[in-house]
């Protein structure tokens, strides 16, 4: 059933959407699967996840000018602070945090 709803929304999709896809688990493919092993499925969602959560907070958009979500609130940081409670150049993710 989940398969059949899954075929249909990719029929559903045009042409550009199809390539993004496509060039999206292509490049996750690259960085987890082909290079890594993994002792179980566990182990593989963990850094899917981890992959995914660095690729999209480094991800530069154009509805930011071109910033990286993290550029962008630090840019309105320093031209209204006191709109923010804390500092958001303290607040950036780290690995292993």
Known sequence: M???RTRENWRKLGRSEKWITQRMNRTIKEATVQ?????S???LRTHLNDF????NFARRLKT?????VYEFICKCWQ???DRFILDPI????RLYT
């Open 90 to 93: 303290h607040q950036m993710p």
């Open 79 to 81: 031209k209204e602070p």
């Open 2 to 4: 989940a398969l059949e």
């Open 35 to 39: 290079r890594y092993h993994y002792d």
């Open 64 to 68: 930011l000018a071109g910033l990286t």
């Open 41 to 43: 499925h566990n182990q």
């Open 52 to 55: 995914i959560a660095a690729y």
